[in-house]
């Protein structure tokens, strides 16, 4: 794994002791890499993440890992609400939703998958700390979207994923304490709601009633998420 080094002036120290225990992902719906380099390395944009990863693959390093990085804005994960110090980010190279010919290819996500374990290795991340910036700005932010290939990561280790059905009966304040057990924010639940879709159950509408799907993946998540 290369990594190429661009570094970025946007930065500070961690805020909350040296423990990293996220991986957030983020696309840059930007043209290219190039331009989001460039952007990132900007002090005007006051932006920044960990590392880019471009579509053929190509690592760039722009923060020390070390060090908070500006990824994530206004943000919530169980209970945390600095999750840019809490957190390594990347940002992986797609123009957004429909944009891109071929989104995510295959080159690009071998070195996502890559990266990932090697962070959560050295940083003892689990499974279940691999994140989208979508799940920690609810209604605020939608990246990596609803293209992004959750499952093929999580066959290799980086994020959860749950495979199967069961036609769990539905209740909606199980499903809401559920979603407050894997660790979403939960001040619009119904927000929340399509978030959690957006990344675990991309085949139902975002603002669909409860359905047996949503339920099953939400109930096996936050049991799996409490037993990491
Ligand atoms: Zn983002």
Redesign the pocket.
Known sequence: MTVRQRPSPNFGPRMVGDRVNLV?L??TEMDSAAAALERLCDPGAEVSAHYLVDTDGSIWSLVDESKRAW??GVAFWAGETDINSRSI?I?IQNQGPGRDAEPFPRQQMDAVSLLCQDIMMRHRIGPGGVLG?SDV?VGR?V??GPEFPWARLAAEGVGLWVDGAARPELDENRALAALRRIGYAMDAPMTTLAAFRLHWVPEVAGDAPLDPLTMYRLETLATRMAGL
């Open positions: 957030i983020h696309y990824h994530a980010g940002e910036h700005s932010k990246d990596p």
